[in-house]
T-cell receptor, first 112, second 114 residues
Framework: DADVTQTPRNRITKTGKRIMLECSQTKGHDRMYWYRQDPGLGLRLIYYSFDVKDINKGEISDGYSVSRQAQAKFSLSLESAIPNQTALYFC???????????FGPGTRLLVL | SQQGEEDPQALSIQEGENATMNCSYK?????LQWYRQNSGRGLVHLILIRSNEREKHSGRLRVTLDTSKKSSSLLITASRAADTASYFCATAPSGQGGSEKLVFGKGTKLTVNP
């Protein structure tokens, strides 16, 4: 079984809709991250969390919110989706400061 | 802003040849990491090199780090078609206190032709 799972894997939604992307991990890591990937732009950090009570904004947090429901679960919400949020979204986990990150398979989101 | 910048953006070689990708960065770092991404999939960690290391090997991978030039290179020897992927460098900047964030470059797209 995969250590970092993301649901859904693909999602099509309409402008203005609220959607949630979910991430679960079995690696026992405290640190969890949400990134988005756009063609030619690499990965950009949206939010990150070092434990259940610690949530931090990344470089592109506007229009997004997150919830760390448990050590193993970190969800990303788009309160009112817009077309320029169409992207590939990745969840990742990490064990220590500045150490290796482990990525989920990604969620491909299309906002019409 | 992006910390690491990979060069070239795209590279096409024949199977059996070596592939070299470079990464340049701007600020001092704690470590530098290389990841591989197969088309549309999650990133997979390849190797981590710390700021006090100059070279590291893992199988057919060789990574070098030159902190004076703020650059790193990833060499894949005897490439195979299965090495076709995008390769990203990620830097862990030092001196950021508790932020502990990795900063990813835009990647090099490697195509290995059979």
């Amino acid at each position: 079984d995969a250590d970092v799972t993301q649901t859904p894997r693909n999602r099509i939604t309409k402008t203005g809709k609220r959607i949630m992307l979910e991430c679960s991990q079995t690696k026992g890591h405290d640190r969890m991250y949400w990134y988005r990937q756009d063609p030619g732009l690499g990965l950009r950090l949206i939010y990150y969390s070092f434990d259940v009570k610690d949530i931090n904004k990344g470089e592109i947090s506007d229009g997004y919110s997150v919830s760390r429901q448990a050590q193993a679960k970190f969800s990303l919400s788009l309160e009112s989706a817009i077309p320029n949020q169409t992207a590939l979204y990745f969840c990742a986990t990490g064990q220590g400061a500045r150490e290796t990150q482990y990525f989920g398979p990604g969620t491909r989101l299309l906002v019409l | 802003s992006q910390q690491g910048e990979e060069d070239p953006q795209a590279l096409s070689i024949q199977e059996g040849e070596n592939a070299t990708m470079n990464c340049s960065y701007k600020t001092s770092i704690n470590n530098l990491q290389w990841y591989r991404q197969n088309s549309g999939r999650g990133l997979v960690h390849l190797i981590l090199i710390r700021s006090n290391e100059r070279e590291k090997h893992s199988g057919r991978l060789r990574v070098t780090l030159d902190t004076s030039k703020k650059s790193s290179s990833l060499l894949i020897t005897a490439s195979r078609a299965a090495d076709t992927a995008s390769y990203f460098c990620a830097t862990a900047p030092s001196g950021q206190g508790g932020s502990e964030k990795l900063v990813f470059g835009k990647g090099t797209k490697l195509t290995v032709n059979p």
